[in-house]
């Protein structure tokens, strides 16, 4: 028999027991129901890694594959502010020198942070980030300095502790993270074609924000990949305990159908030309009429790549695919196409172009003088504004839509570019018998540089419209082809026999008599269309604003290239026979000396060969691939 | 006393203590009476190097100690074998652990190596660029006309 006191005992002994097991279920209850998820996630930080796998954005080269856009490795030097701890002047000091910044920069960042920095409320961030874009070289010369610095200790004698403090400075005090930038070689060659990019939103990679860096950047920027794994005491993953990994995968490089060198002489010629006639702006292209290839595109003002932000909203516009102007008297190509088209007339046809001005179907028409009665073929030499009108008239609406649309007018140009414009046709029920007597000879329409250039390319390639090019291929970061773009016949827009008037009629205008005479080169035969637009605005016309653009095809007989320069608003005269044109004769020359096209008038030929010297570019050459060049 | 007499003092005071031989009642050995088979192997000589192996008679052993016999040696067995997992498992994670720093090292080597490779082909692009000429051809320059009175369009 238990005594009484023994019973006290056992059952306070039992009491306390079952005390004991029900508070460690309450501990478990806390730690595996009430608190799970939190706990969960405490324990994933500390022995969890995961992360994003960030992808190298591809490159964008030219014809021959030298590289116009890349992506070039860069650090970001960061601090870490446990190890600095109390030792802030010292460490502000050091770094400050290491990485040249400024030393009271560096202090009030790391005090800052120490002090006032609390992300969620909390406890004060690891680290901060000091410097951004350090390259490699840099980097490595700064953490191999690091380590010899003695951050205001006296090495001689040195307590243990010290001497742990400064192992930890020396060794964890900067570490660096990896990113990207975007490094244009060539400037701003090419920049309002290639565009830029800045970083993501998200913080990681790079975004092309413009040009074709935009337009293509889901095939530019890659695939992210990412990992979950598992990592050590020290923070190191341990790639074996990986549960999910989806490796990056790296952008396409993109090729373009851009000639460098070509693109670099054009360039040069623009901005030339946009100084001496003190224009606002200016465009040229420069396209392969066999196979609708852009060789070169340049538009002025362009802009620094690396500095965008820098440059005037209006600077970062591509002048050749996302400006449009009216194209003035370049469009009575349409208009004499439509007419030859419809046999309404014949080149050797005569129309009236009275004494300077005229009133068609209601519509007060000036030419530049007094032209009289001329063949069709005169009047579109010497640009007669009348006898245009008059043949529009006598077309009517509907022929003369159609044979802009045909060619390309209104119509997406079929290249796939950020912020590209298809340009503005009136339909023919909209128009009136007033638009369709100035859309005759190029007014109420608008159209790029570009188009007016597809539109010289069709009548050169005997009236068949093919795609036009300007990006010849897509290439897999380790070479392989994933596309290749070839020509893609469109549709006939005129019949070869009208084409080859159409001919005529552009050499012509070279000729004497016409208004691009100045375009005529001693070595090489040519057609233009000039054209001088006033410029519109939401008030009417501007009186002395012009837009003035020249637009051909060299060699005469066999073109080889057509070539498209146009002058936004010049000040010194505004004529396109005599501000453009030169120019355009200049552009034609080089561009023939340097794709090895051969002079073709033949009292010139000898002489010029004679002259010829073409001296290559090896640095540039030397990149080059196989490609045959035009 | 002799030793007959300390039983007495154990046992109860009935028992009495039994002799330790019996007399022999037979009169004649058991052989002279009844005929039995003679071992007719062969005599081994008495200088044979290998005298004859007499093995010990076993005892039979009983159920419980076969039963008791198997779970031990299959515990021992058991164990054996969860010790001889666990080692390997512990050489596994050793190697594993080994070969994961490894791996980290060369990720880490690669990437170095791959961002080295991407700076300098950075850097060859970048002085491909400066070092080409912008114009490479200049043929012929045409004088740029001012505007004059009376041009055509």
């Known amino acids: 028999m238990l005594r009484s006191s023994q019973y006290k005992l056992l059952v306070a002994i ?276 066999s196979t609708f290839e852009i060789l070169a595109m340049a538009g002025v003002p362009s802009f620094d790549p690396k500095k965008p932000m820098a440059s005037q909203p209006q600077d970062l516009d591509n002048q050749c695919m996302t400006v449009l102007r009216e194209p003035g008297s370049v469009a009575k190509m349409f208009t004499l196409a439509a007419a030859l088209e419809s046999k309404l007339v014949t080149l050797e046809k005569s129309v009236n172009c009275e004494n300077g001005q005229c009133l068609v179907a209601g519509v007060r028409v000036r030419d530049h003088a007094p032209l009289g009665v001329l063949t069709v073929k005169e009047a579109f030499a010497k640009s007669s504004n009348i006898g245009f009108a008059k043949i529009g008239a006598a077309l009517g609406p509907l022929r003369l839509y159609q044979c802009m649309t045909n060619f390309g007018l209104g119509q997406p140009s079929g290249i796939p570019f950020f912020g590209a414009t298809r340009g503005r046709v009136i339909a023919p029920t909209n128009k009136s018998m007033t638009d369709l007597t100035r859309a005759a000879f190029g007014q109420g329409i608008k159209t790029t540089q570009l188009q007016l250039a597809i539109a010289v390319s069709v009548i050169v390639n005997e009236g068949r419209l093919f795609r036009p090019l300007l990006v010849r291929q897509i290439e897999s970061p380790d070479g392989k082809i994933l596309r290749k773009f070839e020509p893609q016949f469109v549709r006939q827009v005129v019949s070869p026999a009208t084409a080859q008037q159409l001919r005529e009629a552009f050499k012509a205008v070279v000729a004497s008599g016409g208004t691009a005479t100045a375009a005529a080169s001693p070595q090489y035969s040519c057609g233009v269309k000039t054209g001088t637009a006033q410029k519109a605005d939401t008030n009417g016309y501007i009186v002395g604003a012009y837009y003035s653009s020249v637009i051909g095809f060299m060699p005469a007989e066999a073109p080889r290239l057509v070539i498209a320069v146009a002058l936004d608003e010049p000040r010194n005269g505004y004529y396109a026979g005599t501000v453009v044109a030169p120019w355009f004769r200049a552009i034609a020359e080089q561009s023939a000396a340097l794709l090895g096209i051969p002079p073709d008038k033949a009292v010139a030929a000898r002489a010029a060969r004679a002259r010829f010297e073409v001296r290559p570019t090896p640095s540039i050459h030397a990149a080059s691939t196989s490609t045959p060049r035009l | 006393m002799n030793s007959r007499h300390l039983f007495s003092l154990y046992l109860e005071p009935s028992a009495r203590p039994q002799p330790r031989y019996r007399a022999i009642d037979p009169p004649r050995s058991p052989y002279l009476s009844q005929v039995r088979p003679v071992n007719l192997e062969p005599v081994r000589p008495a200088l044979d190097p290998e005298p004859p192996r007499l093995s010990p008679a076993s005892p039979a052993m009983g159920l419980v100690e076969k039963v008791s016999l198997c779970l031990m040696v299959f515990i021992a067995t058991a164990f054996g074998v969860y010790m001889a997992f666990g080692a390997g498992h512990l050489l596994g994670v050793r190697k594993e652990a080994v070969l994961a720093r490894d791996l980290h090292r060369a990720e880490v080597e690669l990437a170095a190596a791959n961002l080295a490779r991407r700076d300098l082909a950075a850097t060859l692009a970048d002085r491909l660029a400066r070092e080409s000429e912008p114009a490479a051809v200049r043929v012929v320059m045409a004088p740029v006309p001012t505007r004059r009175s009376g041009s055509r369009r």
């Not at chain 1, 799970?36 to 996630?41: E, G, I, T």
């Not at chain 1, 490795?73 to 002047?89: A, I, M, N, Q």
């Open chain 1, 14 to 289: 039992t009491l306390m027991m079952l005390g004991c097991f029900a508070c460690l279920g309450y501990h478990l209850y806390d730690l595996q129901v009430r608190r799970h998820l939190v706990l969960c996630r405490i324990a994933n930080d500390y022995t969890r890694a995961r992360a994003q796998l960030e992808p190298w954005r591809g490159e964008v080269r030219d014809r021959h594959g030298v590289k116009l856009a890349l992506s070039v490795p860069e650090k970001t030097v960061c601090l870490s502010l446990e190890v600095c701890g109390d030792d802030t002047e010292a460490v502000a000091s050091t770094c400050a020198m290491l990485l040249r910044l400024p030393c009271e920069r560096v202090r009030s960042a790391i005090l800052f942070a120490q002090h006032h920095l609390r992300p969620g409320g909390k406890a004060p961030p690891q680290s901060i980030e000091l410097k951004h874009h350090v390259s490699l070289e840099e980097w490595t010369a700064v953490a191999s300095a690091v380590r010899l610095e003695s951050f205001g200790y006296h090495l001689g004698k040195l307590a243990p502790k010290e001497e742990s403090k400064l192992f930890k400075l020396r060794h964890h005090l900067l570490s660096a993270t990896d990113s990207q930038a975007r490094l244009y070689p060539f400037g701003e060659t090419l920049a309002t074609l290639l565009g830029y990019c800045s970083p993501a939103d998200n913080g990681l990679g790079l975004e092309g924000n413009l040009g074709l860096e935009a337009t293509y950047n889901s095939v530019l920027a890659g695939t992210f990949g990412d990992y979950i794994s598992e990592k050590d005491a020290a923070g190191n993953e341990l790639p074996l305990q990986r549960s999910v990994y989806h490796p990056a995968t790296n952008g396409a490089h993109v090729q373009l159908t851009i000639d460098l060198p070509l693109q670099q002489m054009l360039e040069s010629e623009l901005a030339a030309a946009v100084t001496q006639s003190q224009a606002r702006a200016g465009c040229a292209v420069i396209m392969d009429p």
